[in-house]
């Protein structure tokens, strides 16, 4: 019924910068919140970012200052740009949407991941 699809990821060097953007679709009623999430190899799964319907942002620390998270309600998308990339931004990046399909019936739909690796 609702879809999320990434796109952007990909192998950049070390102080290079990235793009990931996600796009809702399906059967939507309303967006709340939408987010990033990483998970490196061998590790948990952990915000990036995320953003409200309002515009209200939220960073984990570690990427304060190079990531930017942004939203477009009409095209029931969000982004993420990220600069000053650093070997331990590596993982697969995972778009989050707190979504209604009917009013009242809010639930959590992830994409379904995309790789970024931060090399030389």
């Known amino acids: 019924q609702v879809q999320l699809v990434e796109s952007g990821g990909g192998l950049v060097q070390p102080g290079g910068s990235l793009r990931l953007s996600c796009a809702a679709s399906?059967?939507?009623?309303?967006?709340?919140?939408m987010g990033w999430y990483r998970q490196a190899p061998g590790k948990q799964r952990e915000l990036v970012a995320d953003?409200?319907?309002?515009?209200?942002?939220n960073y984990v620390e570690s990427v304060k200052g190079r990531v930017t998270i942004s939203r477009d309600n009409a095209k029931r998308s969000v982004y993420l740009q990220m600069n000053s990339l650093k070997p331990e931004d590596t993982g697969v990046y995972y778009c989050?949407?707190?979504?209604?399909?009917?009013?009242?019936?809010?639930?959590?739909?992830w994409g379904q991941g995309t790789q970024v690796t931060v090399s030389s």
């Open positions: 399906g059967s939507i009623y309303s967006i709340g919140t």
């Open positions: 989050n949407g707190y979504i209604a399909i009917q009013p009242f019936r809010w639930a959590h739909y």
């Open positions: 953003i409200t319907a309002g515009g209200s942002t």
